[in-house]
Nanobody, 116 residues
Framework: QVHLVESGGGWAQPGGSLTLSCVASGFNFSRYSMNWFRQATGKEREFVAS????????????RYGDSVKGRFTISRDNAKNTVFLQMNSLKPEDTAKYYCNRNVFWGQGTQVTVSS
């Protein structure tokens, strides 16, 4: 069955960086788009970023939520069945639990806290 396991969360100061990882199993990873979402306490889950499957060859294969554009970068390593989220210039409002997603499947999430 599909498993998505996130890691890399933690604490960072404003302006700092963190890199999240999501290791996938149970499906042909390279053939699927992968997504990152986040949910802050008391708020709805929010789209963060997505990366298309390896079969997508029509240009930029990534999309970002408006609040993270220019600061976050999503990438994938199909040989390692892993999708990454590089987060730079972190802000306190980036504090949330970050989830890896493929279609209806979700990981357990990893907490990111940004504070001074």
């Amino acid at each position: 069955q599909v498993h998505l396991v996130e890691s890399g969360g933690g604490w960072a100061q404003p302006g700092g960086s963190l890199t999240l990882s999501c290791v996938a199993s149970g499906f042909n990873f390279s053939r699927y788009s992968m997504n990152w979402f986040r949910q802050a306490t008391g708020k709805e889950r929010e789209f963060v970023a997505s990366i298309a499957s390896s079969e997508y060859t029509f240009g930029d294969n990534t999309r970002y939520g408006d609040s993270v554009k220019g600061r976050f970068t999503i990438s994938r390593d199909n040989a390692k069945n892993t999708v990454f989220l590089q987060m730079n210039s972190l802000k306190p409002e980036d504090t949330a639990k970050y989830y890896c997603n493929r279609n209806v499947f979700w990981g357990q999430g990893t907490q990111v806290t940004v504070s001074s």
